[in-house]
């Protein structure tokens, strides 16, 4: 045992409460016989100032290097307490806790075997308090400039939203100019403006920028490293060239796919898709004959799209504009949760676009080019309506973007079933990866319209410049650590780690071992569980502290 | 490297019935990477061999050490004062490091916890195969980088036999031909005249047992 | 052994800091009461459990271990709590090798806030390991 351990014991009965059932003085006077056991105090409301400021106090005193807090459970107040050790001169990472309360107090009504429990748990917490070792932290610096794949409206506004906050960006954009799907659709109903004016100001912005580089017709080969140390390698044409960036935001957009087979027919001159019928919209000039009545059909492939839903009624209204053609809608579900949608269906209606409900799908026949579509409406069950068009536009499913793969596998992120980009929690981290410094913005992870596709473009500039604003980043430095005298390099770690943070380094010269990369660690210990020479430690959560939790095993009741 | 593989807790039981107090020792270079007996396997086999013994009502005493590798005698030596306090070895090394042990600790049973089985490369976590023979001729160069005697079922130089069957071996349905591996992989390097020269059949004297080399002094 | 002489498990449940141990907090916040002899080890992932750990709880004297971790594809760290399967798995083998029942380890999945599921599966294993006896490899006191 060593001997310089001061412990300090601090009891909370949680506003007197617990002491109904738990003698705390009884296990304060057989703490206090315990040898390394500087000092025990009892306290009503640990989690009050007035308490912590006592405790802080004691903690200085005293002289106590190591605290064990038997009160509420870490999920509550654990930075609390690491805070008033932090505040007494004390690392913080040296703090124990017994959650006597959730764990014990709260659950089992039987007292005498609840006040056994809780001094069980507290004389664990010191087992393991013994052996907790600081840990520090440490300043280290990062790249600041930003890789964005993808020069779409989404990746252009992450851009312009960046050049603004002062970091430097490299746009790339496989296709020979930027704008993604804007390019290509013909209006941003039930916005006024048109996608060309919103491209134009874009692209101003972006060509007056000194912070934005944008290469065009490139792709993205491969990247090494981890967040705050990219190193990408891109290629151009016949030139390959190797760039560094702090952080990477993928904003490669959708794809769009006719489910010919679900529907049994193909398209042709009189049964077009949505992007066809952009085109068609973009230069209605050029159309040989008008069509004068238009059939939509959706939601038969895909129920669910939000996208689907909007290109439909967006281009329902730019036929009534451009061409005047009476217009009816066959649809299942009509997804209008996104921003503008509902009114852009009123518009519809306003201007004279029939909806029609349908369930069971509508059989679809073509003959010297027109159109004859059987359907039974919603509100007239039974009833087969028949009508005819001599244009029918067909949805098409949102399907991720032909790259996907090849990033996941340039980045090593993840791809949910779809084969979208996978959220690290699509509830509460949906513009994350499993990576540090690896963000999603737009359709190539979520199923988004316009405005909440640039609010991303906006919430990832902004992650990515909380990262590398200061140039510099504040890390745990080497809570995990691997000994490289004992690292046999064998890759099992690094193949292992879910979120890539641990990278091969040079010792001695010409021996390689693993090192763990702190910035992109996210604690799990599955390398700690994983590495068959033993290699690697975790101060916070160490093989000895684990098995120290283990002792007294038998002495229960 | 060289893969092993863990020998079946009763085997290893049944060696060590006798004792009271052994000394079980990992190696820290191959058997390491192929997880059978490094730092980790050492300590998981040693508890596992104290339940066991616990539950037959007595109680084995094991120390644990691992070296860097078992098969050198300067790292082996280091491993006296441990020795002395035990009644055996088990030794978690490949053969070779079984027998260094039992060489340089020769008053002292030294027992073999794992099973060397063949040299080989990983293919994917946990999964390892075996590509090499130690048959002491390569042939590699003529095969563009794949050995048939391992990997073809009759060791064939010549190409493939008549049961190739869509790529796949007659003998083991499961395996893939090697000869047609070969055959793709000279192709792509536009090097199909190495498979229409003629070799003749193998030196199995290439290797003696036990096999020696003697370099000159480095 | 509690003092009437019945036999009370001594059972260690290893407790994902995401998944399990806020639900046990939350058996607590919702005052389910369930055996007091489980004891909780907090695990930043499930995928931190080693087979070691669970062999050497059984020398240490546990009568049952309980590894609890995030729903399958809920893991915040991926694969976390696929290889904690897995190594339960293994340590089912590594037991039954050493004359211990595979059943005294289990590895269970739920979610922060399935407190009656945390206390169920609490009170289950009891249950379980109360018709096992206890474990052959107990250190003798």
């Known amino acids: 045992m060593d001997n310089s351990l001061r412990l300090g014991v601090f009891l909370c009965d949680c506003g007197n409460t617990m002491s109904k059932t738990i003698d705390f003085s009884a296990i304060k006077a057989k703490l206090e016989r315990l040898d390394d056991i500087e000092y025990v105090a009892i306290s009503h409301d640990l989690c009050l100032i007035k308490a912590q400021e006592a405790m802080q106090k004691d903690i200085r005193d005293r002289g106590i290097n190591r605290v064990v807090v038997a009160a509420c459970s870490p999920e509550l107040h654990e930075h609390t307490f690491m805070n008033v050790l932090q505040r007494a001169g004390v690392n913080p990472h040296l703090l124990s806790m017994a959650n006597i309360r959730e764990q014990c107090f709260w659950t089992h009504p039987h007292k005498e075997k609840a006040a056994e429990k809780a001094m069980v748990q507290i004389v664990l917490a010191i087992n393991r308090a013994r052996l907790l070792e600081p840990v520090e932290k440490a300043e280290i610096p990062v790249n600041q400039d930003v890789l964005i794949v993808g020069g779409g409206i989404v990746g252009t ?47 101003k912005q972006v060509t007056e920028s000194p912070n934005i580089d944008v290469l065009t017709s490139a792709e993205l080969i491969d990247v090494r490293g981890q967040a705050g140390n990219f190193v990408a390698r891109i290629k151009r044409g016949d030139e390959e060239f190797v760039r560094n960036f702090g952080a990477v935001i993928l904003a490669t957009g959708y794809d769009a796919q006719f489910a010919s087979q679900l529907y049994g027919f193909e398209t042709s001159t009189s049964i077009v898709t949505l992007s066809q019928l952009e085109e068609m919209l973009k230069s209605p000039a050029e159309i040989k004959k008008i069509p004068r009545n238009v059939g939509f059909i959706t939601d038969v492939s895909d129920e669910h799209s939000r996208i689907s839903t909007l290109s439909a009624l967006r281009n329902a209204l730019g ?51 027109e159109i004859h579509i059987q359907v039974e409406d919603v509100l007239m069950p039974g009833e087969q309506m028949a009508l005819s068009c001599d244009l029918l536009v067909v949805e098409e499913m949102v399907i991720p973007p032909s790259d996907s793969e090849t990033l996941r ?16 929690n699509i509830h509460l981290y949906p513009t994350f990866s499993n990576r540090e410094g690896i963000f999603f913005a737009g359709n190539c992870h979520a199923d988004l319209d316009l405005i909440r596709a640039l609010t991303e473009a906006s919430n990832v500039a902004l992650s990515a410049y909380r990262l590398l ?52 660690c996210q604690g799990c210990g599955i390398c700690t569980a994983v590495c068959p020479a033993k290699a690697i430690r975790f101060k916070d959560w160490s093989d000895d502290q684990i098995l120290a939790e283990l002792e007294l095993v038998g002495a229960y009741l | 490297m060289i893969v092993a593989e863990r020998k079946p807790l009763e085997a290893i039981k049944q060696m060590i019935a006798e004792y009271k107090k052994i000394l079980v020792v990992g190696c820290g270079t191959c058997v390491t990477v192929c997880w059978a007996g490094g730092e980790k396997e050492v300590a998981v086999l040693s508890s596992q061999l104290r339940l066991a013994s616990r539950k037959d009502g007595n109680e084995l005493v094991t120390s644990e050490a691992t070296i860097e590798r078992q098969c050198e005698r300067e790292l082996v030596e280091g491993l006296k004062d441990e020795v002395k306090r035990v009644e055996a070895v088990l030794s978690l090394g490949c053969g ?32 390892w195969v075996e590509t090499c023979a130690a ?77 020696k080399i003697e370099a000159l002094q480095a | 052994m509690n003092t009437e002489g019945a036999f009370l498990p001594d059972i260690v449940a290893f407790c994902c800091a995401h998944s399990a141990y806020p639900a046990a907090d939350s058996a607590g916040y919702l005052r389910i009461p369930y055996p007091e002899n489980i004891r909780v080890i907090r695990v930043p992932c499930a995928g931190r459990v080693d087979v070691l750990h669970i062999l050497k709880a059984f020398e240490k004297g546990a009568d049952g271990i309980l590894v609890l971790g995030c729903h399958e594809e809920a893991c915040r760290h991926i694969s976390g709590n696929i290889r904690a399967k897995s190594r339960v798995q293994k340590a089912n083998t590594l037991l039954e090798e050493s004359g211990i029942d595979g059943e005294r380890v289990e590895m269970l999945t739920l979610a922060q806030n399935q407190g009656p599921k945390f206390a169920q599966i609490a009170s289950e294993m009891n249950e379980r390991i109360k018709g096992l006896g206890p474990s052959p490899v107990k250190p003798r006191v």
């Open chain 1, 157 to 203: 506004e992450a851009a312009i939203e960046l050049s603004h906050l002062n970091l430097k960006t490299t746009l790339i954009e496989k296709e020979a100019a930027l704008g993604g799907k804007l390019n290509l659709f013909a209006s941003l109903y039930p916005l006024q403006i048109t996608p060309e004016e919103v491209l134009a100001s874009k692209l």
């Open chain 1, 319 to 369: 036929v009534k504009e451009k061409f005047g053609s009476e217009v009816c809608i066959l649809c299942k579900n009509l997804k209008v949760d996104g921003a503008g949608l509902e009114k852009l269906y009123h518009d519809c209606r306003n201007r004279g676009v029939i909806f029609l409900k349908f369930d069971k799908p509508p059989k679809i026949s073509e003959e010297d080019g």
């Open chain 1, 409 to 424: 596998s340039i980045l090593d992120i993840g791809l949910d079933p779809q084969g979208f980009y996978q959220d690290n």
């Open chain 1, 469 to 520: 604003a200061q140039g510099r980043v504040t890390i745990e430095a080497e809570n995990v650590m691997i000994d490289p005298s004992k690292c046999r390099f064998c890759l099992t770690c690094i193949r292992a780690c879910p979120h890539n943070a641990i990278r091969e380094v040079q010792v001695d010269h010409e021996k390689r071992v693993a090192q763990i990369v702190d910035l992109a």
């Open chain 2, 96 to 127: 070779a490091g079984v027998q260094t042990i039992a060489e340089i600790f020769q008053e002292i049973p030294v027992y073999p916890a794992l099973n060397t089985k063949f040299v080989g490369m990983p293919q994917g976590e946990g999964v």
């Open chain 2, 135 to 211: 048959c002491g001729d390569c042939f590699l160069d003529k095969t563009g980088g794949i050995c048939p005697i391992v990997r073809c079922a009759k060791g064939l130089l010549n190409g493939p036999c008549g049961g190739t069957n869509n790529g796949k071996c007659e003998v083991d349905p499961e395996k893939d031909c090697a000869w047609t591996l070969i055959y793709q992989r000279l192709k792509a390097q536009g090097r199909l005249d190495l498979m229409r020269k003629y070799y003749p059949r193998r030196n199995f004297q290439a290797v003696t047992r036990p096999g």
